[in-house]
């Protein structure tokens, strides 16, 4: 009978450490993730949750006027990157009208195949004509994202470019 008791009693406390340690793995898992952490950021008033830093290079070979364009987008990896769409270049660039070339995972950035969240780079390049060594840029992108969280509406930045030779 004791020995019952005693195998009983051991049993349930194996069974009490097993779900105490199924759940707080779950816990760390859940709360190491982009998402739980994107969460925390905003409530704790991170007004940067829906920001994306762009970085972009345009080379330009001496004599030619056509070049290319590289681009990386820095989401921060808390909603699903839709990719990054040239809206204004000064002086103007032929190729880049609604072209979508930033690829993530090897595929292609789009509102129909977003990076999914928790991704924190997207890049690609593209042939560009017009183009002129040497040559200061004004270049005006849309960054969009695959939701409809207000923290993440679509918003247009800025990107300066010099062509190098």
């Keep these: 009978m004791q020995r019952r008791k005693l195998w009983a009693i051991g049993a349930i406390g ?7 340690a199924y759940a707080a793995g779950n816990y760390l898992q859940n709360y190491n993730s982009p998402l739980s952490k994107c969460e925390r950021d905003a409530s704790n008033g991170d007004s940067g949750v829906g920001n994306t830093v762009i970085v972009a290079s345009l080379a330009v070979p001496s004599g030619s006027d056509q070049g290319n364009l590289t681009m990386t987008a820095y989401p921060n990896g808390c909603a699903p990157f839709a990719g990054v769409s040239i809206t204004f270049v000064s002086p103007a660039l032929g190729g880049l009208t609604n072209q979508s070339f930033l690829r993530y995972d090897g595929t292609v950035v789009s509102a129909n195949r977003p990076a999914p969240i928790g991704a924190t780079r997207a ?3 593209i042939e560009v004509f017009d183009a002129s060594a040497n040559q200061s840029y004004k270049t005006t992108a849309e960054v969009t994202y695959a939701t409809s969280a207000p923290e993440f509406t679509n918003s ?3 990107i300066g470019l010099t062509s190098q030779s």
């Design 156 to 158: 247009t930045v800025g």
């Design 123 to 125: 890049s690609g390049s």
């Design 14 to 20: 194996v069974i009490v450490v097993a779900i105490a």
